[in-house]
C-alpha cells in the first residue's frame, strides 16, 4: 500500500515523522479483522437498503464517507484517524498501542535499511505486490 503511492517508500523516507499516520492509515484501509457483524434487531435501512430483523450485516466503518473525506484514498496527514480496526470501547483491543509502535518501528526500520527505490515486480503475480 505505501508502495503504491506517489512516492512510496521514498517518501516516507524523508518524511519520518509521518509514519504513525502511515501506520495508521494502513491499519484503516487494511484492518486486522475485515469489518464488524451485527444482527439487526428490528427492521431497519441501511445505506437505502431495507434490513429485516434477525439479518446479519457487516459494516466497514473505516471507509464511511460521512467520517473520512475520500475514504478510499490513504492520505497519512488524515487528521484525526479514528479508524476502527481495534474494536471500541469495553472490545477495544488491550495490545492496540503495542501493535501500532511496533508496526512503526518496523517500517522506520525497513525504510531506513533498505533506502533507494522500491518499485512492483514487473513480471511477478499480478494479486501479489512486490519490491525490489
Wanted: hydrophobic share 40%; net charge negative; with cysteine.
Amino acid at each position: 500500500m505505501v508502495g503504491e503511492r506517489s512516492g512510496g517508500v521514498e517518501w516516507v523516507a524523508a518524511e519520518p515523522e509521518l509514519l504513525a499516520g502511515v501506520v495508521g492509515e494502513v491499519l484503516r484501509l487494511l484492518p486486522p479483522v475485515g469489518g464488524t457483524d451485527r444482527f439487526v434487531t428490528r427492521r431497519t435501512t441501511l445505506g437505502g437498503h431495507v434490513v429485516e430483523a434477525g439479518q446479519r450485516v457487516v459494516v466497514d466503518a473505516n471507509r464511511d464517507p460521512e467520517v473520512f473525506v475520500e475514504p478510499g484514498v490513504f492520505e497519512p496527514r488524515r487528521e484525526p484517524v479514528r479508524h476502527l480496526s481495534f474494536g471500541r470501547g469495553v472490545h477495544f483491543c488491550l495490545g492496540a498501542h503495542l501493535a501500532r509502535m511496533e508496526a512503526e518501528i518496523a517500517l522506520g526500520a525497513l525504510v531506513e535499511r533498505f533506502s533507494g527505490t522500491w518499485s512492483r515486480c514487473g513480471g511477478c503475480r499480478s494479486d501479489l505486490t512486490w519490491w525490489s
